[in-house]
Structures are given as C-alpha cells and as structure tokens.
C-alpha cells in the first residue's frame, strides 16, 4: 500500500479483556517493527520482524504480550488480559532492508483500558 | 547499549525565529542518527538522517542538523519557524552496521507562537 495502516484507530477494552492490534505495512518492506508511546515518554521499542520471523523481542514488556506476521506483510500485535499500564499508543512502522533510510510510520492504534 | 536525551521537553518560539532542538546521544560504538516529526495525531515522519560523510545534513520544510562526534549531540535547527512546524520531534539513535533496534528520545514539543 501506500503507507502504513494500522487498525483500529481506537480502542476502548475493559481491563482482562484480550485485544489485537493491526499492522499493514508498506508492500515491499521486509521489516516490520512495534513501538508503544505512553504520555510523556518516547516510543518504546516491543519488537522487531524481518520477514516472518521476530529476532528481536527484547521489548515486549510480559508474556501477555505476543505478535506475528504472517505472509511478509501483515502483523498483529496481541495483549492479552489488558490492564490500565498498557494503555497507550500503539505505533508500527517498516522500513526496506535494516532501516538505514529510516522507518515509515503509521497513525498508531490509541488504546485505552478502563 | 545507546541512548538519547532531548533535554528540552518544550520549547516555543515566535514566528519567523530561529530554533534549535537539542539532542546528545550515547553509544560506545559509531551510530545513525535521525529526527523526526509527529503531527497531532499522527504517525512519526522523517525528516532528516545522518549516516557518513557531510556532518551537515538537511532535510524536509527547511530543517537541518548536524553531528557532533565530540559532543556527541546532533542538534535540529531551522532559522526561520512558521506555524506550521508546531509539533513534536523526536531524536533517533542506532548503531551502524546490521540491524539494532532504534532507540527514541523522548521527544520535544516545539510551540510556534503568531
């Protein structure tokens, strides 16, 4: 496509709740990479494909967090049993090759646990 | 490991002034650095990267930086703001050379006053 897409845009969940998070990237780009941006802080790093495969997963902050990509395209990003700290902005971006021209970014997913 | 510090978390500035947006980074080995700009609600946009060569890079709407090996700092600077330019920017670090994830800064928020 012609930029990054994520969905929803917004999500309200209630605290237990599972929810995933969408991300398609531009066709054609090889890594895929989750960041979280929380009020007042920067972006958080999560995690990072290339292709299929995720060789670093060094940010995903428990094991209520996990994510795939399926196909070289599209990945979803899982919280299971929400609580209220993962209330955030869920940002995707990609990039061509090791990202040395910097990463396109989607519009991010708000994501709010009440 | 490396990091980023914007030491100014908000910075405003008239119309038609200059502005400088502060960053120093840390890394024992030599790194890529980036900024980019996130309008209200929206994803994070490139505006400019350092690699190699010219310490003085320009990027998109007139903005530039440049690399300071010794200082370790890579500053955003535009000589004349407009309304426009109101919005966060985040300073970028990754080593060079293969992948490693990108750390972010935590952004600084530039208020353009009329």
């Known amino acids: ?8 845009s917004n999500k309200v969940t209630e605290k237990g709740k599972d929810v995933e ?28 494909f290339q292709g299929n495969s995720a060789p670093d997963k060094s940010g995903l902050p428990s094991d209520r967090f996990s994510a795939e990509r399926t196909g070289g395209s599209v990945s979803t990003l ?3 049993r929400t609580q209220q ?10 990039s061509q090759g090791q990202g040395m021209d910097g990463y396109t970014f989607g519009s991010g997913t708000r994501l709010t646990v009440v | ?19 400088e947006l502060r960053c120093n980074y840390s890394s024992s080995v030599s790194v890529y650095l980036f900024w980019y700009v996130q309008y209200p609600n929206q994803g994070l946009q490139l505006l400019l990267k350092y690699l190699s060569g010219s310490t003085l890079v320009k990027g998109i709407n007139g903005f530039e930086a440049e690399f300071n090996k ?12 407009h309304i426009s330019d109101t919005a966060e920017y985040f300073c970028a670090v990754t080593p060079s050379g293969g ?4 750390t972010f800064g935590t952004g600084t928020k530039l208020q353009v006053i009329p």
């Open chain 1, 78 to 80: 899982t919280i299971q």
């Open chain 2, 70 to 81: 010794s200082q370790t700092s890579f500053h955003l600077r535009k000589p004349s703001v």
């Open chain 1, 85 to 94: 700290e993962d209330s955030a902005v869920y940002l995707c971006a990609s």
């Open chain 1, 21 to 48: 998070l969408r991300c398609d990237p531009i066709s054609g780009h090889t890594a895929l990479y989750w960041y979280r941006q929380s009020l007042g802080q920067g972006l958080e790093f999560l995690i990072y």
């Open chain 1, 1 to 8: 496509g012609a930029g990054v897409s994520q969905s929803p």
């Open chain 2, 99 to 102: 992948y490693q994830k990108v």
């Open chain 2, 1 to 19: 490991a490396q990091s980023v510090t914007q030491l100014d978390s908000q910075v405003p500035v008239f119309e038609e002034a200059p502005v």
